[in-house]
């Protein structure tokens, strides 16, 4: 989730400072707001305290079901794919450097471990950095592979997760009766365990982590077969230069969407429906096969309306771009205001905020992101935690100051003021 080109020969055994690619920091910047947007109600506990999920409000089970729709399945693919597309550039900016890349990319991975266990015991269970670590490893084991190749592999995961999930899905419709619906009763005081927790002191939040933890690990490794095509798809991107070449191709932007977004959002629509309603929860399988599908086409609308919308140039495309330069920072503070609004850490909420609320919350959070993320990038190379990264990656501080702002020159695009 780091920045993907930290580039050219500097000098023999440092990786430097070479031309940026800038639609991939603005791409990485906006895809922060998206995983903000699904990891906050699960941080939040909408959907086991008292308002939210099931028994929230109208409203709240709307946002529920857009958020599902629009977000959910489409924004952790584009950090998976710039992942790919990192390693690449990464792999030719060591080799320029005449440094080993097999060394930094092993430091690299393990520190991104480390960060995604104190991320997953302290802050989320939810943590996806360890997954990337592990991944990364296979990811250094097939870069030699062509962008053909990998594109191949790439589609074969994603068919066999899909498969599979559609294989477990119709086994649940098969044999399961249809649930029958609740009936309406009075609202009872008791409180899950699970709330309590993440309401009490620190031991107690971390306890809750620590038993939510093999669950969400659980999911990592089912659908670890997906990112890894992220990856690989990534990979065989930046071997063949596509954002270089097509990043401002604003004919070919404008045939994706025209091509992709139709497909994706039928499927992300047929996903809501079997995870939020009208169809009931034996369909959550089928839907989330159907989003393994067709998610990927939603993404690439995504990406390319984003490039067609906006001038790389302008103000908007320099905020997006700031963030995508240290969104390892933010998505690590992301995780910290959010428990410290609604856990124990801090202000206890945990369960008493409904999805809409949480979610205008995110708006907010975001925004002060993007405004707090420019004016330090606007001051420093590197953001905080991507400063340690590359510190423990290279085994030495860098030898460019960290406090030196990046030039017109490192990226095309002047520092946002």
Known sequence: MTSPDEGGLQGRGEIGLAPRVHEVDMLRGFALFGILLVNAPMIAGTYAGEVGGAGGSGLDRGVVWLVTALVSTEFYLPFSFLFGYSFVLQERAA??????????????????????????????PGDILMT??????????????????ALRIAGCLVVALAVLLLGY??????????????????????????????????????????????AHLGADLLY????????????????????????????????????????????????????EGPLDGRWFMVGQAVATLTSPALTAAYACALLLLLDTRGRAARLLAAAGRMSLTHYLTQSLVLACVFTGYGLGLYGRVGTALVSAGCVLLYAAQLALGARLMGRVRYGPVELLLRTVTLGTPPRTPAWTAVRPADDGVPPVR
Do not use: N, Q
Request: aromatic letters at 8%; proline letters at 7%.
């Open 169 to 214: 899905g119709l086994l649940v419709l098969a044999f399961t009766d249809p649930a029958v619906p609740a009936t309406p009763r009075a609202p009872v005081s008791h409180v899950p365990p699970i709330v309590h927790a993440y309401r009490g002191g620190f031991r107690s939040v971390v306890g809750a982590h620590l038993g939510e933890l093999p």
């Open 132 to 149: 990337y670590a592990v991944l990364g490893l296979v990811l250094y084991g097939l870069r030699g592979l062509g962008p053909r190749a």
């Open 95 to 124: 080799r320029r450097a005449g440094t080993a890349f097999a060394s930094l990319h092993l430091r690299r991975t393990l520190a991104l471990f480390a960060l995604g266990v104190a991320h997953a015991v302290l802050l989320f």
């Open 224 to 275: 670890a077969p997906d990112i890894l095509a992220a990856f690989l798809a990534g990979l065989a991107a930046a071997k063949a230069g596509l954002m270089e070449r097509r990043g401002r191709d604003r004919a070919w932007l404008r045939r994706v969407v025209v091509r992709w977004l139709p497909v994706g959002l039928v499927g992300s629509v047929f996903t809501a429906c079997c995870a």
